[in-house]
């Protein structure tokens, strides 16, 4: 029996399409060529276990990205010695997500940069809920909304080094838990 797929839901045609922008994302956050290669290999390949006449995917692209993407991240994991970097601004404070940031208000709406952009929020989401208050307060702040910790300081009254303090603290957590994320985003 043979049925006509449209080129979205035919796995050979899903590969043509999306092989050469699959391993451009995957190159730009993959070291050696030969791991980038088995990625791709390893997203197609678990394309190929699904019966897309049964179970057809919605958004195929989003469906690559998102294997890519854990393929990415399981290869990293296995491969990590390197201990996440420390931004520090010029005025000295240490900015936890500078890079990430650009990421999140950069302009560009590529399957790919929409992805990784919620990711990166549902992530931070998650894990600044999980902060007490004070520190969830002082990192929003800081890191979110551009206040300083003068501005911070003389409009609650508390000491500059409280708040430092507690955004050391919310830094710490956030390191802890986010580190997979930000080592994809930012080191691979």
Do not use: C
């Not at 035919?10 to 995957?26: C, E, P, V, W």
């Not at 296995?78 to 010029?90: G, P």
């Not at 508390?158 to 986010?178: C, D, F, M, P, Q």
Request: glycine residues 4%; hydrophobic residues 35%; aromatic residues 10%.
């Amino acid at each position: 029996m043979t049925t006509d797929l449209p080129q979205e839901q035919d796995a050979s045609g899903i590969f043509k399409k999306y092989r050469t922008q699959l391993r451009n994302y995957i190159s730009k956050r993959v070291f050696s060529k030969e791991d980038g290669e088995d990625i791709l290999q390893n997203v197609f390949y678990q394309l190929s276990k699904i019966d897309l006449i049964e179970k057809p995917i919605e958004q195929v692209s989003a469906w690559l990205y998102s294997v890519a993407n854990n393929q990415i991240i399981d290869r990293s994991r296995k491969h990590r010695e390197e201990e996440m970097k420390t931004v520090i601004s010029d005025n000295g404070e240490e900015l936890f997500l500078a890079e990430v940031t650009g990421l999140l208000l950069d302009e560009d709406s590529s399957p790919e940069t929409e992805y990784l952009r919620s990711l990166v929020w549902i992530e931070l989401e998650a894990a600044l809920a999980e902060l007490p208050e004070e520190q969830r307060e002082i990192f929003e702040l800081t890191e979110l909304e551009g206040y300083s910790f003068k501005e911070i300081s003389e409009a609650t009254g508390i000491g500059v080094n409280t708040l430092i303090s507690r955004k050391r603290y919310a830094v710490l957590h956030l390191r802890e838990r986010l580190k997979d994320l930000y080592d994809e985003l930012l080191y691979s």
